[in-house]
C-alpha cells in the first residue's frame, strides 16, 4: 500500500531516508520500499511515525486531511 504523505512527511521535515530508516530501526531500502508502496509498512512504524511527525495515522495514510 503507497502512502504518498509518509514522504511528503519525510521532506517537510528536511530528513533524509537513512535517517528514518535509522530511527525506525531499519535499512535505507527498506524504508525506501515503505514510501514507494513496494513493501507494506508494520503498524508498530505508522504508529513511531505518527508520534515522530505529530500528526494522526489517519492523516499518513490519506483517510483525513487533519493533521490532529
Known amino acids: 500500500?503507497?502512502?504518498k504523505?509518509?514522504?511528503d512527511l519525510?521532506?517537510?521535515n528536511d530528513?533524509?531516508?537513512q535517517e528514518i530508516a535509522d530511527y525506525l530501526g531499519?535499512?535505507?531500502?527498506?524504508?525506501?520500499?515503505?514510501?514507494?508502496g513496494?513493501?507494506?509498512m508494520p503498524?508498530?512504524?505508522l504508529?513511531?511515525?505518527?508520534k515522530y511527525y505529530s500528526v494522526s495515522i489517519d492523516y499518513m495514510v490519506g483517510n483525513s486531511n487533519k493533521k490532529n
Open 1 to 3: 500500500m503507497y502512502f
Open 5 to 7: 504523505r509518509i514522504e
Open 10 to 12: 519525510r521532506i517537510d
Open 15 to 17: 530528513k533524509t531516508q
Open 26 to 36: 531499519c535499512q535505507r531500502e527498506v524504508y525506501r520500499r515503505y514510501e514507494k
Open 38 to 40: 513496494t513493501r507494506t
Open 43 to 45: 503498524i508498530d512504524f
Open 47 to 50: 504508529i513511531k511515525l505518527s
